[in-house]
Structures are given as C-alpha cells and as structure tokens.
Nanobody
C-alpha cells in the first residue's frame, strides 16, 4: 500500500534552516505530483509547495516563496523541502501529500528561541 514517511523536523531558532524528507513507497512516485502542507495549532491545513511529476512545475505559498525550496528525487522515491530563514510563524506539523491520494503522518517543525 501507499506509504509516505516524513522526517527531518525539529526545533530550530529563528533564521535557521531545516530540510524535510518524505520517503515514498507503494506507488509509482515519478507519475504523481507531490506537495507539502502544514497545519499550525488551531489553524486549517494549508498548502506550502507543490511539484509536478517530473519536477518542471513548482508552486509556493506566498508566505514561503523565496525561503523554501521543494524538490524531488524520482530515482530515490523521495520528496524534499528545504526551509531557510525560518520564522516562528512557520511552526507547524508538515505533511507530505500524494496528489491526489495519500498523506504522511507529519513531522513537527518548531521555530523558537
């Protein structure tokens, strides 16, 4: 069955960086658009970034544009999110999402001094 396993979250100071990974299995990864979403406490889940199956089409939420970079390794079945210049408002659980389809379990990112 489809499995999406996120890793790389943690506690980081404002201005710091993290790289999230999502290991995919159980489907043809290279055939699917993939995305990252996040959900902060008390807020709705929101789209952070999206990448097309071959990686040629990318979109970002305006709140992360210029700071976050989505990428993928189709040979290794892995999705990435590089997050730079992190802000406290980036604190959330980050989810990997197969478009359309399954969700990962999420990884916590906390930005705090």
């Amino acid at each position: 069955q489809v499995q999406l396993v996120e890793s790389g979250g943690g506690l980081v100071q404002p201005g710091g960086s993290l790289r999230l990974s999502c290991a995919a299995s159980g489907f043809t990864f290279s055939s699917y658009t993939m995305s990252w979403y996040r959900q902060a406490p008390g807020k709705a889940r929101e789209l952070v970034a999206l990448i097309s199956s071959a990686g040629g089409g990318i979109n970002y939420a305006s709140s992360v544009k210029g700071r976050f970079t989505i990428s993928r390794d189709n040979a290794g079945n892995t999705l990435y999110l590089r997050m730079n210049s992190l802000k406290p408002e980036d604190t959330a659980v980050y989810y990997c999402h197969q478009v359309p389809g399954s969700w990962g379990q999420g990884t916590q990112v906390t930005v705090s001094s």
